[in-house]
């Protein structure tokens, strides 16, 4: 890099910056109060910005512009207009108005829905989002939108958390006038989003069909070593990675993406990026974008980078531990217990409406992480349960304790005491970090651990938002008559015993992966859903149909929809994965197993001529015959149970049936794929192993 980050950074992004330098100070001035406070743009305004805006993307090299969205198929989507429009005698010229900036139209009949579009009704419009910036990318205006059907419902990820983004800030600033903040007029939810991912020669995924297909490994027995030794997790970086992780960390620089952190994780291949705190829709945003930018570079480079969360079985798993918090517009950060926890009655209360909201709500927060391929992840490896509870560690927890006990807990200023006299002794954090917990308190935020790598952070965000919405919404309800009076401290510590006394169940500072743990859980009455399909259906309980319909989150015709989409994703997800077994096991394994069987019979044939012993050869090819026959058996017996479960009309029965039936028969066949490739010679096995791809970069 000939150029310094400070000089790189943004260059591609319309930024505040830009557009205060570019627009005229009115049209910036009343642009900036559409953005704040949620104002409808007018189209005249609305031309200055466009045009300005396409006289800076063409000095950038573009010739396209695109309304960027994210639908509900996991990723996001763009359809490019170039700017050329004609001219007289033939001519063109560069064109870019108001109307074309704030709406455009895709088909939304070709995009997941739920039902609510259908080809005879395909009519969807994305408008967009001036609260995210717009940038340039390979020739192209990218410009943020949200997507939403003819008939006005909502049509993509991001629609919902800008909305719950609007309840949480008009609740909690209605919550902390309560406390005396009355200069807040702005709560946002912030997020940090820890990106882990997997990368390997491209060379070697080009001859694997299920990564090609399915995003993760199929068949595969696990290497010799794995990551028993620990030698991987922030070990030097390769050459081959770092120079991938250089070009990475300019391409996102360039585009306002503040890549903070780089690593190697504890898998073999597997990395992480980390970028700087930013708002829960900025971050989205920029997330999907991170994704996107990841997988391009690692082609300049030879490699595919692998955002399944699962792509290999029997090492860690990928997730994107979604760090949370919530400042104000004048610079406080609401989960920032302070030096004292016990004296911050502000902090105390909102700690409770978390944990009392996660509580009540633990469905929805193990729906926000809910696929396919998380169902693979999460409960080892490093990986969270799928019990939803938090962790607070031991000072908030005796801080909690105190409160329900009614005494003074005092704060322990703790020093670690090194044994070095070279070395100065360090503050000790007042939690340790707890790598089980799904929901963990991390100092001045809450960890998110359970999203999986692959997905789109608006949902848990926009859940996550809605549930902090609805409790402080009730703690303002109930404090509301106190507020300037003597009682009040009173009546707010009388409310968090209550909300402890009730709720305290959700709090578990211990291993989540143990088999105690799961006994305690039922116990207590936390609910256990396993897997995607156990808990899907619980998206349109009534009590989660009425906070989302209290905050305008979701109509009651939008969320049954998403649930119809969830369900049908998870079922068309597992049906390319047993195809593709199916395809990769007749078309390759199968006949490798085969022919091997033949050498080994024709080697047996040999030795008997010439009155050798052929005992080795003998036993390998019973050995190798019997599983091939099993492994014929398992082929033709999970197609039997695909094509069944193909003929299945209703959504979650079909969903259930590939969970119980396909997805068993599939384990099988692995297993027993895995065992013949134990036994062959690689040089007979067409596939890359597990060695040959987690060690070669």
Request: some cysteine.
């Amino acid at each position: 890099m000939t150029r310094s980050v400070p000089e790189i950074f943004a260059e591609n992004v319309f930024s505040d910056e830009v557009m205060k330098a570019r627009l005229p100070k009115n049209v910036y001035k009343t642009l900036m109060k559409t953005i704040q406070n949620g104002r409808q743009l007018d189209m005249t305004t609305a031309d200055f910005v466009a045009n300005t805006m396409k006289e800076w993307a063409i000095e950038k090299g573009a010739t396209h512009y695109t309304h960027w969205f994210q639908p509900l198929t996991g990723s996001t989507a763009e359809k490019h207009d170039s700017f050329i429009t004609p001219a007289s005698k033939g001519m063109a010229i560069m064109e870019f108005s108001g109307k074309a900036l704030v709406k455009g139209e895709p088909d939304a009949s070709s995009f997941p829905s739920g039902g609510l579009r259908q080809t005879s009704s395909a009519r969807g419009y994305t408008a967009w989002d001036p609260t995210s910036s717009c940038f340039v990318k390979e020739g192209s205006l990218y410009i943020p939108t949200v997507f939403l059907s003819y008939t006005g419902e909502t049509l993509d990820k991001k629609t919902p958390l800008l909305r719950s983004m609007d309840a949480l800030s008009s609740t909690a600033v209605k919550f902390l006038k309560l406390f005396g903040n009355e200069n807040v007029t702005r709560v946002t939810s912030t997020v940090g989003a820890e990106q882990e991912y997997f990368l390997i020669d491209k060379k070697m995924y080009d001859r694997r069909e299920d990564l090609i297909l399915t995003g993760r490994t199929l068949f595969g027995a696990k290497p010799p070593k794995g990551q028993e030794l620990d030698d991987q997790y922030f070990a030097n970086l390769r050459p081959r990675i770092a120079e991938y992780m250089a070009d990475l960390d300019e391409e996102l620089w360039k585009l306002g993406i503040y890549s903070k952190t780089k690593h190697n994780e504890v898998a073999p291949a597997q990395h992480e990026m980390a970028p700087v705190f930013t708002t829960s829709n900025l971050g989205a945003d920029q997330n999907e974008l991170a994704m996107e930018v990841m997988e391009k570079v690692a082609l300049k480079h030879g490699l595919v980078c692998l955002l399944h969360e699962k792509p290999f079985e029997g090492v860690n798993g990928s997730g994107k531990h979604n760090n949370w918090s919530m400042a104000t517009d004048d610079g406080q950060n609401l989960l920032d217990p302070g030096d004292t926890p016990m004296e911050n009655l502000q902090f105390l209360t909102i700690l409770c409406a978390l944990i009392k909201g996660i509580d009540e709500y633990s469905d929805l927060m193990r729906i926000s992480a809910a696929s396919a391929g998380n169902d693979h992840r999460l409960g080892a490896d490093e990986a969270p349960p799928a019990i939803i509870s938090m962790f607070l560690g031991e000072e908030l927890d005796a801080v909690l304790k105190a409160i329900e006990e009614d005494y003074v807990y005092k704060t322990q200023t703790r020093a670690f005491e090194i044994g070095i006299n070279a070395l100065p002794s360090f503050p000790k954090d007042s939690t340790d970090r707890n790598r089980t917990s799904p929901f963990a308190f991390t100092g001045n935020r809450f960890e998110f651990r359970m999203v999986g790598s692959s997905d789109n952070i608006a949902c848990p965000n926009a859940l996550l938002n809605t549930i902090v919405a609805e409790e402080l919404s009730q703690f303002t309800e109930i404090l509301e008559p106190f507020k300037n009076t003597d009682r009040f401290e009173e009546e707010v510590k009388k409310l968090l015993k209550t909300v402890l006394k009730e709720h305290r169940r959700i709090i578990f500072n211990g291993d989540g992966y143990s088999l105690e743990w799961v006994q305690e859980a039922k116990r207590r009455g936390l609910p256990n859903y396993p897997s995607t399909v156990d808990c899907i259906p619980h998206y349109t309980d009534k009590k989660n149909m009425c906070i989302f319909k209290k905050f305008g989150i979701y109509t009651e015709n939008e969320l049954k929809a998403r649930t119809e989409v969830l369900l049908e994703t998870y079922s068309k997800t597992i049906r390319i994965e047993a195809r593709t077994m199916i395809q990769m096991a007749r078309k390759q394994l199968l006949p490798a197993t085969l022919e091997y069987i033949h050498k080994l019979c024709d080697s047996i044939a040999v030795k008997k001529q010439v009155g050798m012993s052929s005992a080795v050869e003998e036993k390998m090819a019973e050995k190798l015959n019997d599983l091939a026959e099993a492994f014929y058996d398992s082929i033709e017996n999970l197609e039997i149970q695909v094509n069944h479960a193909c003929e299945i009309k209703e959504i979650l029965p079909q969903a259930r049936f590939f969970h119980d039936i396909v997805v068993s028969e599939m384990e099988r066949m692995r297993t027993t794929s895995d065992t013949i490739e134990r036994i062959m010679p690689c040089s007979q096995w067409p596939i890359p192993d597990y060695s040959a791809m987690i060690y070669n970069v």
